[in-house]
């Protein structure tokens, strides 16, 4: 086996254990160091040769930087243990890439960036003069996360890219015509800026 494969198999490994794709270099290496020695033992510089492999499954898009502190993000799995109750699997499963992130965004469970958007943005509608949001049997509001850059077109894993959305805006999101789309991806992208600047106030 590669370096690559690998360390591609260990972070994998290492995001389903925490249920989380965001991960430093630091978490990555202290929580697997025995497994990166034991790999290779004749390697004089193990830990260099991961900060490679890195570089290199960032090129090949496997994983990319959440922002520019050395956090990373995972991509090329589309669900990690956990993230989708089981009998939604084989729904997800079999449907083409935009469907498939709408559903996999739809059935997520609340862990990780979803909590967080949650927490920044609320449990109602981000679209203004959204009155869409509803409640469910226990009182709470239903909302959805919702990415506005699909992770399938490049999109990240971050706080920036996420947003809270009623179900009707999330579908639109997804499957409305070209121009609507783009439309509503530029009303949540100001949107999201704008309560990120009142967090940092």
Not at 170 to 189: C, E, G, I, P, W
């Amino acid at each position: 086996m590669t370096w690559k494969k690998f360390i591609y198999r260990l972070i994998i490994e290492f995001c389903n254990d925490r249920g989380n794709r965001t991960f430093t270099l630091k978490e990555f290496t202290d929580n697997n160091k025995q497994e990166i020695k034991n790999f290779r033992p004749s390697a004089k510089t193990p830990f260099n040769t991961v900060r490679r492999v890195l570089q290199e499954l960032r090129n090949d898009d496997l994983i990319s930087f959440v922002d520019y502190s050395g956090t990373y993000t995972l991509r090329g799995v589309d669900l990690l243990r956990g993230e989708v109750e089981d009998e939604k699997l084989a729904e997800v499963e079999s449907q083409p890439p935009i469907r498939k992130e709408y559903l996999i965004e739809t059935f997520v469970r609340d862990i990780g960036w979803v909590r967080e958007a949650k927490s920044r943005f609320g449990l109602y509608c981000m679209c203004p003069g959204c009155i869409n949001t509803f409640r469910k049997q226990d009182g709470n509001p239903y909302i959805e996360v919702h990415h506005i850059i699909p992770l399938c077109h490049g999109g990240e894993q971050g706080i920036w890219n996420l947003s809270v959305v009623c179900a009707h805006h999330h579908r639109m999101a997804h499957f409305a015509d070209s121009r609507t789309q783009n439309q509503l991806q530029s009303v949540l992208k100001t949107e999201v800026e704008e309560r990120l600047k009142r967090f940092s106030i």
